[in-house]
């Protein structure tokens, strides 16, 4: 875990985040809490996570999502090369709901 990022107020945050109980709950918040271009960022990150456990290509990725390579590179050190594990523990939770 990176200590730089654990403190009260993004405790808080956390906190915050996991009382929601709806997909409209997270709207409405996100909508509030971050700026369009801050939430599409983020979406666009996971759903490139989600692609290159899929195996997908960088090309197919950069067609699909219009991800920058550099975007593409990032989360895929973090998905692989990271210890924090956090895309990995996301997407498999996801995929052990469906």
Request: net charge neutral; with cysteine.
């Amino acid at each position: 875990m990176n200590s730089k990022l654990k403190n009260d107020a993004t405790d808080f945050l956390f906190d915050a985040i996991l009382a929601l109980e709806t997909k409209e709950d997270c709207y409405r918040f996100f909508e509030d809490l971050c700026t369009s271009a801050e939430l599409k960022a983020m979406s666009q990150r996971l759903v490139v996570a989600k692609m290159l456990t899929e195996k997908k290509v960088y090309t197919e990725i950069v067609k699909e999502t219009g991800a920058s390579t550099a975007t593409i590179s990032r989360v895929k050190r973090s998905l692989f090369d990271n210890d924090t594990y956090g895309y990995s523990l996301v997407l498999d939770k996801m995929n052990s709901k469906s």
